[in-house]
T-cell receptor, first 116, second 116 residues
Framework: ETGVTQTPRHLVMGMTNKKSLKCEQHLGHNAMYWYKQSAKKPLELMFVYSLEERVENNSVPSRFSPECPNSSHLFLHLHTLQPEDSALYLC???????????????FGPGTRLTVL | AQTVTQSQPEMSVQEAETVTLSCTYDTSESDYYLFWYKQPPSRQMILVIRQEAYKQQNATENRFSVNFQKAAKSFSLKISDSQLGDAAMYFCAYRGGETSGSRLTFGEGTQLTVNP
């Protein structure tokens, strides 16, 4: 399934580096999400963008900075990360509101991030 | 706050047999949506099946079906005629109604092994 793509698929960075994760959706959706998946923990919602406006920020440290320039693209800018930030970062998109068929979230393949 | 509980960290099934994965949730809402996602070793999160709480009829998708018990707040997934490709981590997820935003709350997952 190529409806939601993420790049890079793997990223290794030092604690002083600055990097960005990119997500692109080709489904015509208007809401996009960032999730963090750590080992042995449920997926954690980080940010929600609806119509390019951030509508939810779940107490995420400021070293994570999201950007949504348009309804098809979502970025997660990373700087001065910690080793405990190593995880799989998943992007998802959906149509905001509406019935079940339209509000279902579809996920990208994720970026495996390792912070040394 | 809504919570989703998957009480079976691991399950196994013989190929061609049937297996049921459990999921319970806690909510005070009457209008909501429930989902099962699978995450194979590729880490791609794939939608398996979805259910609207106001529909009494259980959702089915080919070999996958759910047993939705609204009063008991239970949403189990039944996989019939299990195949080797069904081996994955399965996540149950909850999404509130229109007034609750678009947040998905995930359970901790059940790792399903399919034995040949």
């Amino acid at each position: 399934e190529t409806g939601v793509t993420q790049t890079p698929r793997h990223l290794v960075m030092g604690m002083t580096n600055k990097k960005s994760l990119k997500c692109e959706q080709h489904l015509g959706h208007n809401a996009m999400y960032w999730y963090k998946q750590s080992a042995k923990k449920p997926l954690e919602l980080m940010f929600v963008y609806s119509l390019e406006e951030r509508v939810e920020n779940n107490s995420v440290p400021s070293r994570f900075s999201p950007e949504c320039p348009n309804s098809s693209h979502l970025f997660l800018h990373l700087h001065t990360l910690q080793p405990e930030d190593s995880a799989l970062y998943l992007c998802a998109s959906s149509q905001k509101g509406g019935q079940l068929l339209t509000n279902t979230q579809y996920f990208g393949p994720g970026t495996r991030l390792t912070v040394l | 706050a809504q919570t989703v509980t998957q009480s079976q960290p691991e399950m196994s099934v013989q190929e061609a047999e049937t297996v049921t994965l459990s999921c319970t949730y806690d909510t005070s809402e009457s209008d909501y949506y429930l989902f099962w996602y699978k995450q194979p070793p590729s880490r791609q999160m794939i939608l398996v099946i979805r259910q609207e709480a106001y529909k009494q009829q259980n959702a089915t998708e080919n070999r996958f079906s759910v047993n939705f018990q609204k009063a008991a707040k239970s949403f189990s997934l039944k996989i019939s005629d299990s195949q080797l490709g069904d081996a994955a981590m399965y996540f149950c997820a909850y999404r509130g109604g229109e007034t609750s935003g678009s947040r998905l709350t995930f359970g901790e997952g059940t790792q399903l092994t399919v034995n040949p």
